[in-house]
C-alpha cells in the first residue's frame, strides 16, 4: 500500500493526514445520527396526530409516517455503527503515530545548558 523506504517523517504525515480524514468522517457520522433521530421523531409524532385526530388519516400520510419512523431508525443505527468503527480506526492510527513518534527514540532536552 505505501512504500516500504518512507522516512519517518513521512509515516508520521501520512498517519496526520489520515487522523484529519478519520476525525471529519465521525463529525459526518454523527450528524447523521442526528438526522436519523429527527427522522425518527417526526415520522412517530406524524403518527402519534394521526392516531389522535390531530390530523386527517390518509393513505399517504400514514406511509409518510412509516416510512420517516423506520428509516430514520435504520439511518440512526447504520450510523452509529459506523460511528464505532471510525472511532475505532482512530484509535489504532493515533496509536500507530505514538509509535511512530516513539521510535524516533527523540531526547528531551533540560536546562542542563544555560
Not at 2 to 15: F, G, K, N, S
Not at 38 to 67: D, E, K, S, Y
Request: net charge neutral; proline share 2%.
Amino acid at each position: 500500500m505505501y512504500e516500504a523506504d518512507t522516512t519517518p517523517a513521512e509515516q508520521i504525515e501520512r498517519l496526520e493526514v489520515e487522523i484529519d480524514e478519520l476525525r471529519e468522517a465521525i463529525r459526518r457520522s454523527r450528524r447523521l445520527v442526528v438526522v436519523g433521530r429527527a427522522c425518527a421523531f417526526a415520522g412517530l409524532a406524524l403518527l402519534a396526530g394521526l392516531i389522535l385526530g390531530l390530523a386527517i388519516v390518509t393513505p399517504i400520510r400514514m406511509i409518510v409516517g412509516v416510512t420517516l419512523a423506520l428509516g430514520g431508525l435504520v439511518l440512526m443505527g447504520s450510523s452509529v455503527g459506523s460511528t464505532r468503527q471510525l472511532q475505532l480506526s482512530l484509535k489504532r492510527t493515533e496509536d500507530e503515530r505514538i509509535a511512530a513518534i516513539d521510535a524516533l527514540k527523540l531526547v528531551e532536552l533540560g536546562d542542563g545548558g544555560r
